[in-house]
């Protein structure tokens, strides 16, 4: 079996315009994309020691609301994209 496809009767520029119709697709698309980045759930151990703190300051901000907690059953976790946009600047 051929796998090559034929054009008859179609001009250059037709043929020019439907690839440049491609092109502008594709590119718009490429800049509509934005990859999902997987969740990181971090333990509270694991989010004072990026942190550099004691372990009873991760449970006094998340208790006054400066983390967000998330729980499976009796466990905690913070999203590291949550504990990195609850850093703020001076």
């Known amino acids: 079996m051929d796998d090559s496809t034929i ?3 179609i001009r250059a520029e037709k043929l020019y315009s439907l690839f440049q119709e491609i092109k502008d697709d594709l590119i718009e698309l490429r800049n509509k994309f934005e990859p999902k980045i997987p969740d990181e759930l971090m333990s509270p151990k694991e989010v004072a020691h990026m942190l ?3 372990l009873s ?3 006094n ?7 967000i907690r998330h729980g499976i059953g009796n466990r905690t976790y913070y999203k590291r994209h949550e504990v990195e946009s ?4 001076y």
């Open 7 to 9: 054009l008859h009767n």
């Open 61 to 67: 901000w998340a208790k006054k609301g400066r983390l």
């Open 86 to 89: 609850a850093i703020i600047q």
């Open 57 to 59: 300051t991760i449970y």
């Open 52 to 54: 550099k703190c004691d």
